[in-house]
């Protein structure tokens, strides 16, 4: 008696490859952190300190300008991977306030725009447009507070 092959036989052994393929391989490596996110974040701490400025006039005006770019820089961060749960993230803590918050002010910005345009030369067209926008603005506010 020979054994033919059934199409029974031939349709598990389809349906079982993909199978077998997924359960010997290793999932991929998740993907680097986003370098916009360390950008958001330091334009948050950036609001936080400026906040705490009352007796500068233009603080205010530095926050507000601070917050926006980590709405924008956040914004994209989140087109670009989307995030995994629809809960809002944690509130950011407010950093202890420095001896002299005008001149940590000072020095969040400097590093902001220097942090900003390093990440620049890496990013796509699209998204070094965003962060250069985010360079310069930075650059202007630390003009204002000078």
């Given at each position: 008696m020979s054994?033919?092959?059934?199409?029974?036989?031939?349709?598990?052994?389809?349906?079982?490859?993909?199978?077998?393929?997924?359960?010997?391989?290793?999932?991929?490596?998740?993907?680097?952190?986003?370098?916009?996110?360390?950008?958001?974040?330091?334009?948050?701490?950036?609001?936080?300190?400026a906040k705490t400025l009352t007796a500068v006039p233009a603080a205010a005006e530095i926050a507000r300008a601070r917050e926006t770019h980590a709405t924008l820089l956040q914004a994209e961060v989140d087109r670009e991977r989307p995030p995994l749960s629809s809960t809002a993230p944690p509130a950011p803590t407010t950093p202890p306030t420095p001896p002299?918050?005008?001149?940590?002010?000072?020095t969040s910005l400097d590093e902001s725009v220097r942090d900003a345009s390093?990440?620049?030369?890496?990013?796509?067209?699209?998204?070094a447009g965003l962060v250069g926008s985010v360079a310069a603005g930075c650059a202007s506010l630390r003009e204002v507070l000078a």
């Open positions: 054994e033919s092959v059934s199409r029974r036989r031939v349709l598990f052994a389809v349906a079982a490859a993909p199978l077998a393929v997924a359960c010997t391989t290793e999932p991929p490596p998740p993907p680097p952190p986003d370098p916009l996110s360390a950008l958001a974040a330091q334009a948050r701490a950036d609001a936080a300190l002299d918050p005008l001149a940590a002010l000072r390093a990440a620049v030369t890496s990013l796509p067209a699209y998204r």
